[in-house]
């Protein structure tokens, strides 16, 4: 299944390892760390410039999205109940 993360970008339910909060004022230093190593390795994709709510990260690549952690996880959710997992 795909979830849809901004803009133009759809990435598979079953690459996504982790989907984090993104706020300025809640980001941890090892999160903020942990960003800036992969945007030095080129591994980061920011979605969109203006506004980042969470971050989604995958095996390959981490994604900075305008659209909110609770609403990402509630996606991967319902496509996993949609396939009858839990």
Known sequence: MLIHLGGD???Q???VVAI???SKR???K???AFLDHYEQ???VVWITENVSK???ITDHLVYVSPISSF???RRRLSEDQERGEH
Do not use: E, H, P, R
């Open 30 to 32: 090892s999160i903020a």
């Open 26 to 28: 809640s980001l941890d």
């Open 71 to 73: 609403t990402l996880n």
């Open 54 to 56: 969470s971050i989604i």
């Open 13 to 15: 339910n079953k690459d």
């Open 20 to 22: 984090l909060d993104y």
């Open 9 to 11: 970008v759809v990435i």
């Open 41 to 43: 390795q080129g591994k």
